[in-house]
């Protein structure tokens, strides 16, 4: 499925020079009047409410780099994540990280099979 527009990434300075140029599309007079609760309210509105204990799924600090891997993984697995929107591959990556997480908060260890 082709992507109907480039991924292009900005720095975090990136972003503040355009908000200071007026480029942002967002109406942050808007925003910064909005109480707390319709902020809560519209973004659970627009992504669902948060699910208990997600607090301890924050992790501080800089992300290691990604490897490229070649993985076979279902179809239906890859088109449910894929009729998510773009961005499947790293939502992939986000379930196996929390994954990983659960596995090592519970104490389990991996066995390396040879």
């Not at 007026?22 to 902020?39: C, F, I, L, N, Y």
């Not at 992939?92 to 929390?98: D, F, P």
Request: glycine share 8%.
């Amino acid at each position: 499925m082709p992507r109907k527009e480039p991924i292009v990434r900005f720095s975090a300075e990136e972003i503040q020079k355009k908000i200071l140029r007026g480029e942002s599309k967002t109406d942050w007079q808007r925003v910064k009047a909005m109480p707390q609760e319709e902020v809560e309210r519209v973004a659970d509105d627009e992504e669902g409410p948060l699910p208990e204990g997600w607090e301890s799924t924050i992790e501080i600090g800089v992300p290691e780099p990604k490897q490229a891997v070649h993985i076979r993984l279902d179809r239906g697995v890859v088109r449910w994540f894929k009729a998510h929107g773009p961005g499947y591959q790293t939502r992939i990556n986000a379930v196996l990280r929390a994954f990983v997480a659960a596995r090592r908060r519970s104490g389990q260890v991996a066995r390396h099979h040879k």
